[in-house]
C-alpha cells in the first residue's frame, strides 16, 4: 500500500489537472476508498466518473473495482491484526 501511495505522490505531477486532485484525495483519504462507490468518490472529489476510471488506468489497473480492492485489501489486514 505505502508503494502504491509513494508513486501516486511522485507521479501526482504528470497527471492531468482533474486526476492530480483524484491523486491528493486519495492520498489523504485512502481508508476511504473501500467504502465508497466510484460515483461517491468523484462526488468527494468534484470530478466525473470517468477522470476516476483513467486515473485509475494511468496507474495500471483494468478499473476502479480492482484499484478499489487493494485498498480494500490493505484495510482487512489493518484491522485483522488490530484485533
Same mark, same amino acid.
Do not use: W
Given at each position: %500500500?505505502?508503494? /502504491? /501511495?509513494?508513486?501516486? %505522490?511522485?507521479?501526482?505531477?504528470?497527471?492531468?489537472?482533474?486526476?492530480? /486532485?483524484?491523486?491528493? #484525495?486519495?492520498?489523504?483519504?485512502? #481508508?476511504?476508498?473501500?467504502?465508497?462507490?466510484?460515483?461517491?468518490?468523484?462526488?468527494?472529489?468534484?470530478?466525473?466518473?470517468?477522470?476516476?476510471?483513467?486515473?485509475?488506468?494511468?496507474?495500471?489497473?483494468?478499473?476502479?473495482?480492482?484499484?478499489?480492492?487493494?485498498?480494500?485489501?490493505?484495510?482487512?489486514?489493518?484491522?485483522? %491484526?488490530?484485533?
Amino acid at each position: %500500500m505505502q508503494e /502504491l /501511495l509513494e508513486r501516486i %505522490m511522485k507521479e501526482q505531477a504528470s497527471f492531468p489537472a482533474a486526476q492530480r /486532485l483524484v491523486a491528493a #484525495y486519495i492520498v489523504d483519504n485512502y #481508508y476511504q476508498v473501500p467504502f465508497l462507490s466510484i460515483t461517491s468518490l468523484s462526488r468527494n472529489i468534484g470530478v466525473s466518473d470517468s477522470t476516476i476510471i483513467k486515473f485509475c488506468a494511468q496507474l495500471g489497473f483494468e478499473g476502479f473495482g480492482e484499484f478499489k480492492k487493494v485498498f480494500s485489501d490493505y484495510v482487512h489486514s489493518e484491522l485483522v %491484526m488490530y484485533n
